[in-house]
């Protein structure tokens, strides 16, 4: 069975850095891509960006190129989203996604809270 | 960047009943467009991809239709289930873009 598996729940302050994950089971890491999707409290769906495992190509959506990192360490099939700098903005929940042109398999879901 | 216009934007109506939810493309986008389901607290399930493919597991009462910039997703006989929010989603060229959602009601 194909599972992706988030981190839990996070509360930060505003400045602070943070990096939640995304683990993959039940199929072939490596060859497919993991997307991230934000949805902000009571909003729809945005996609944020796209890596493929096997060589770290990444795409990010350019309002968020620069704010956020996507990074992979296929060895222990998981994928990474970080912040360096938080901001109250930055409070939704945040969910990984299996594939490249369509998401065939989600996470659970981060809920990420920046707060002073 | 691609927008994808959804209507309406909320829709109330009876179990049995058979609706459709629109989704627009700013330009042609041929085929490359897919349909998400997300329950109130769940996280979203593909549903719909390339237009009118039924993803795995996914009821024979829904239904994609559409290539260029319009596309419909159509539920036949309505369930209780089926209460959710639903947004389509392009994939012609990146970054990609959800639409804004339809909220599905019960009435």
Partial sequence: EVQLVQSGAEVKKPGESLKISCKGSGYRFSTYWIG???QMPGRGLEWMGIIDPGDSDTRYRPSFQGHVTISVDKS????????????????????????????????????????? | DIQMTQSPSSLSASVGDRVTIACQASQDIN???????????????????????????????????GSGTDFT??????????????YCQEYDNLPYSFGRGTKLEIK
């Fill in chain 1, 36 to 38: 991230w999707v934000r």
């Fill in chain 2, 31 to 65: 085929n490359y467009l897919n349909w998400y389901q997300q329950k109130p607290g769940k996280a979203p399930k593909l549903l719909i991809y390339d237009a009118s493919n039924l993803a795995t597991g996914v009821p024979s009462r829904f239904s994609g239709r």
């Fill in chain 1, 76 to 116: 222990i099939s998981t994928a990474y989203l970080q912040w360096s700098s938080l901001t109250a903005s930055d409070t939704a929940m945040y969910y990984c996604a299996r594939g490249s042109y369509y998401f065939d398999n989600w996470g659970q879901g981060t809920l990420v809270t920046v707060s002073s």
């Fill in chain 2, 73 to 86: 997703l159509t539920i036949y006989s309505l369930q209780p289930e089926d209460i959710a929010t639903y």
